[in-house]
């Protein structure tokens, strides 16, 4: 197999792409992220994918680069990481027994191009959160560097009711869909 590269520096992202493929690096895009107004919040992951996926393609030619990024929804406007733990309670209170989305964006490049890229969404509902158990989400210092203010594959996963869609999305990689496309990708580059 080719060379692949992983153009992320986030745990969560390399944990799930290492149960598939043995062998990767990790380069993790520096740049800042750039955002057109204009994109929706289904358009905005993919974007941002290819911005990372791109970047470090540029050093790297010949591997396939992989770039993902993954955003929260509610209500049609997206949900970043939290600033501070104002912002982190203000997001879980709007989540708060409610239905919001998880969207994935994946991008695919060699030699400086978009080789495919395509986004992965999946419907989470959130338990009605009491004031004291967002306190104490809070307390766990887990929020602070995730989007949307929860990691599903942590305590989070206690604010949870149910999911529609691919779990691993929600942690970061659609792996079910990221394997058919590599899986794809590769038979073309045979």
């Not at 590269?5 to 895009?29: M, Y």
């Not at 970047?55 to 929804?73: F, K, Q, Y």
């Not at 400086?112 to 009605?128: A, H, I, L, N």
Request: aromatic share 6%; charged share 25%.
């Amino acid at each position: 197999m080719q060379q692949l590269i992983l153009a992320s520096q986030s745990p969560r992202r390399r944990e799930l792409l290492g149960r598939i493929v043995k062998n990767f690096s990790v380069d993790a895009a520096q740049a800042e992220e750039k955002r057109d107004p204009a994109w929706t919040v289904q358009e905005l992951p993919r974007m941002l994918a290819q911005q990372k996926a791109l970047e470090v393609s540029g050093r790297h030619p010949a591997a396939l680069v992989v770039g993902a990024d993954t955003i929260v929804a509610l209500d049609g406007q997206a949900l970043g990481k939290p600033r501070n733990e104002t912002d982190a309670g203000r997001m879980l209170r709007a989540l708060s027994g409610r239905t919001h989305q998880v969207y994935t964006g994946v991008a695919f490049c060699r030699g400086g191009q978009v080789r495919s890229s395509f986004v992965q969404c999946t419907e989470v509902d959130f338990y009605p959160l009491e004031e004291e158990r967002i306190r104490w989400y809070l307390a766990s210092g887990e929020p602070f560097d995730k989007a949307g203010a929860y990691g599903i594959q942590g305590l989070g996963g206690l604010l949870v009711k149910g999911i529609r869609g691919d779990y691993c999305n929600v942690v970061g990689l659609p792996l079910a869909r990221f394997v058919r496309e590599l899986e794809r990708l590769m038979k073309e580059d045979r």
